[in-house]
């Protein structure tokens, strides 16, 4: 794994005018894109029973390969990468997931552009609904403490040169068979809110469609899940192949609680995975999962959910963006 470390200097230190123009092309790149009817998807349905247990698989991240991750997610819909990230990059990436929500925190005010916040031009027009998607979207991160990475380009370029400089970019392309492309909507900064609302259960593939390929690849930036007392993620930890159905739950891309825990009892039982700071969690838009739901947390939860799909085999309705 890379040495390579995100500080706040650099962070801060960069050409936020070029950093935005970057991004704006990066979106632009797929203004009149479409994606493939009949892409190559990797996850296909075995025709024989599947035996395999579930479990959420973890490995060192100097033992991530490519043959590891496509069987861990190929078998177990998911797989826990231990310590990808140092601590010094995680903790400017607490600093910058600050700074870019509470730069959002009001939809009124007239923020000063810095690395922290400056959109995109095009992120209204690039909304098939314009202004009200855009204001929607917002309005739904605000309530859900956080914020698209987009908001802040000379955020999401540093998280890029992160992410390439761990040879992310190559194992994406290698995984989705073809260069990945990531999404406005889905490539997220998040601070938990307490009391934690309950989140519905849920597989991105619900909203984001399923004739693609993907993958999620959540950072948790401190200790979080089982009993930390911090939310981390509740999960499924299976490998499905079908969108549950939405009888009975709050939205129609969720889950109803009692669909799960009738479901997936005993042997099969949900999972409440412990992460430690500057872990990557993968999975698919098949995998189900919700934020951890208890009563009873005390500590605030930072995370980075970044989405990476095949450049002809991506959700449209997520705004793709170039890597
Ligand atoms: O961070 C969370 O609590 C939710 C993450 C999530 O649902 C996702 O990454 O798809």
């Known amino acids: 794994m890379s040495a390579f470390e995100l500080l706040p200097a650099m962070l801060e230190s960069r050409d936020i005018e070029c950093d935005r123009k970057r991004m704006d092309e990066r979106i632009e ?26 479990c959420v698989p973890e490995i060192a991240a100097t033992d991530l390969t490519l043959e590891r991750l496509r069987t861990a997610v190929a078998k177990h819909g998911g797989i826990i ?14 600093v910058a997931a600050d700074r870019v929500i509470d730069a959002c925190a ?9 690395a922290y916040h400056n959109p995109p031009e095009n992120l209204r027009t690039i909304m ?26 000379s955020v999401a370029e540093a998280l890029l040169q992160l992410y390439e400089r761990h040879g992310l970019k190559q194992l994406m392309t290698e995984y989705l068979g073809e260069p990945p492309c ?20 849920h597989q991105d593939g619900a ?30 930890p299976q490998r499905l192949y079908e969108i549950a159905s939405a009888e009975g739950a709050q939205f129609n891309w969720s889950v109803s609680d009692s ?14 995975p412990e992460f430690n700071a500057g872990d990557a969690f993968f999975f698919d838009h098949l995998y189900l999962h919700r934020t951890q739901y208890r009563t009873d947390f005390t500590k605030l939860r930072y995370a980075v959910e970044t989405w990476f799909f095949g450049a002809s ?5 997520q705004i793709p963006l170039t890597w």
Request: aromatic letters at 6%.
């Open 29 to 54: 790149d797929y203004r009149l894109r479409e994606p493939s009817d009949n892409p190559q998807l990797i996850i296909q349905k075995p025709a024989g029973t599947d035996l395999t247990s579930p």
């Open 81 to 94: 990468v231990r310590n990808m990230f140092s601590q010094a990059s995680v903790d400017t990436l607490i």
């Open 106 to 114: 009001d939809p009124a005010a007239t923020v000063p552009a810095s």
């Open 128 to 153: 098939p609904n314009r202004d009200r998607e855009l204001a929607n979207t917002r309005s739904f991160h605000r309530n859900s403490g956080s914020a698209m990475c987009v908001e802040a380009p």
């Open 182 to 201: 990531l999404s406005a909507k889905k490539w997220v900064l998040r601070r938990s809110k307490l009391p934690v609302a309950e989140a519905g259960w």
């Open 207 to 236: 909203f984001m469609g399923t004739n693609l390929n993907s993958l999620n690849m959540w950072i948790p930036l401190n200790k979080c899940g089982g009993r930390t007392g911090a939310p981390g993620l509740d999960v499924v």
């Open 259 to 272: 669909m799960v825990t009738d479901r997936y009892t005993e042997d099969q039982a949900v999972v409440m």
């Open 313 to 317: 085999s991506f959700p449209k309705n």
